[in-house]
């Protein structure tokens, strides 16, 4: 770093989570990364892309083998994309108020060592 220069301003931030309106488009279904990141502290990316993945293969073996189903296969495989990153927003929300953490930090706590 001896001989590094600054080429832009210095900035922080302090949320990059970020969730797509859609799931879905004409020829293409967004997951993992492409569609939400929502923390890097609590580990939840290499789980929502494999679910997604998941969810993803069978919507579009649906759409594939059986055109007549693509509107419901991708309002499924959206209703799925939807959920994980909701329940785990809702979860760190909870976690990081200052009760939980005075619990967390609390003295008394056996399994704080
Ligand atoms: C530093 C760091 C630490 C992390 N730690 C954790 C952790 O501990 N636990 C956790 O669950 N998550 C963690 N994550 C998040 C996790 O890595 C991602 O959420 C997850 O890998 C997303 O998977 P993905 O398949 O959507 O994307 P990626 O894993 O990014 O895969 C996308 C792939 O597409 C390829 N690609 C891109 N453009 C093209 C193109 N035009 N043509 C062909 N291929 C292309 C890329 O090379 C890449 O291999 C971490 C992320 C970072 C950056």
């Given at each position: 770093?001896?001989?590094?220069?600054?080429?832009?301003?210095?900035?922080?931030?302090?949320?990059f989570?970020?969730?797509?309106?859609?799931?879905?488009?004409?020829?293409?279904?967004?997951?993992?990364?492409?569609?939400?990141?929502?923390?890097?502290?609590?580990?939840?990316?290499?789980?929502f892309?494999?679910?997604?993945a998941?969810?993803?293969?069978?919507?579009?073996?649906?759409?594939?083998?059986?055109?007549q189903?693509?509107?419901?296969?991708?309002?499924?495989?959206?209703?799925?994309?939807?959920?994980?990153?909701?329940?785990?927003?809702?979860?760190?929300?909870?976690?990081?108020?200052?009760?939980?953490?005075?619990?967390?930090?609390?003295?008394?706590?056996?399994?704080?060592?």
């Amino acid at each position: 770093m001896k001989d590094a220069q600054l080429v832009s301003p210095v900035t922080a931030t302090g949320n990059f989570s970020y969730l797509s309106e859609r799931s879905s488009g004409e020829n293409y279904i967004l997951l993992g990364d492409a569609f939400a990141f929502i923390d890097p502290v609590f580990s939840s990316g290499v789980l929502f892309a494999m679910q997604g993945a998941f969810a993803g293969a069978d919507a579009v073996e649906t759409c594939l083998c059986n055109p007549q189903q693509t509107k419901s296969a991708l309002k499924e495989f959206d209703q799925v994309m939807m959920h994980g990153p909701k329940v785990f927003s809702w979860f760190i929300y909870r976690i990081t108020t200052p009760a939980m953490r005075n619990l967390l930090m609390y003295e008394g706590n056996d399994s704080k060592s």
